[in-house]
């Protein structure tokens, strides 16, 4: 596609459910990355997909986080038992093999565990 | 291990005035260097960045920045700020292991 796109764009769900959050990247880039914003924070960084296999899952806060994709193609993360701490922006970026070229962003799934 | 720094977490300027914002970086190889906005509510959008080549790079809204190795800087500067500035802005870094790793962010506010 045009852009990455992610959906759903807001997502409200109660503590101790689990979700599911999903990201299409730029058709032809190889490399999808998570981030997640709280609010009036920075980007922390999750998780980082070169192709289907994951190099670095350095920052997922935890257990209850996972994430796959699906050759170079859609990226799920999901997020089992949610607490309210989880509350936040996830933002996903991709970009090409040749990553002097920049990373694109989503525009985010707003998350809000109630 | 790769990092950024961006002094001053608000920055206040007069629409018109000098636009400066700062970032330093650590990076154990020469990096990938990034300015990204966000606008409120919105995604990030990138502003320029430095790979490799001339170490002043423009990029779009007549922001640029200079790359300056000595120094571990890429500060973000803009001759004559614009109400239309106003936004959250991040520096980012890349190095070998292509994860890219954000400063803390500097909101920037423009007084009429």
């Known amino acids: 596609g045009a852009g990455v796109s992610q959906s759903p764009s807001n997502k409200v769900t109660e503590k101790g459910k689990d979700v599911e959050l999903r990201c299409d990247p730029i058709?032809?880039?190889?490399?999808l990355y998570w981030y997640r914003q709280r609010l009036g924070q920075g980007l922390e960084f999750l998780i980082y997909?070169?192709?289907?296999?994951?190099?670095?899952k350095s920052g997922l806060p935890s257990d209850r986080f996972s994430a796959e994709r699906t050759g170079e193609s859609v990226s799920t993360l999901t997020i089992q038992r949610t607490q309210q701490e989880d509350s936040a922006v996830y933002l996903c970026?991709?970009?090409?093999?040749?990553?002097?070229?920049?990373?694109?962003f989503g525009s985010g799934t707003r998350l809000t565990v109630v | 291990a790769q990092s950024v720094t961006q002094l001053g977490s608000h920055v206040s300027v007069s629409e018109g005035a000098l636009v400066l914002l700062r970032c330093n970086y650590s990076?154990?190889?020469?990096?990938?260097l990034f300015w990204y906005v966000q606008y409120p509510n919105q995604g990030l959008q990138l502003l320029l960045k430095?790979?490799?080549?001339?170490?002043l790079v423009k990029g779009i809204n007549g922001f640029e920045a200079e790359f300056k190795k000595s120094e571990t800087s890429f500060h973000l500067t803009k001759p004559s700020a614009h109400m239309s500035d106003a936004a959250e802005y991040f520096c980012?870094?890349?190095?070998?292991?292509?994860?890219?790793?954000f400063g803390s962010g500097t909101r920037l506010l423009v007084r009429p």
């Open positions: 970026a991709s970009s090409p093999f040749d990553r002097g070229q920049g990373y694109t």
């Open positions: 058709s032809g880039h190889t490399a």
């Open positions: 997909f070169q192709g289907n296999s994951a190099p670095d």
């Open positions: 990076s154990s190889v020469p990096p990938y």
């Open positions: 430095y790979t490799t080549g001339a170490t």
């Open positions: 980012a870094v890349s190095d070998s292991s292509y994860k890219l790793i």
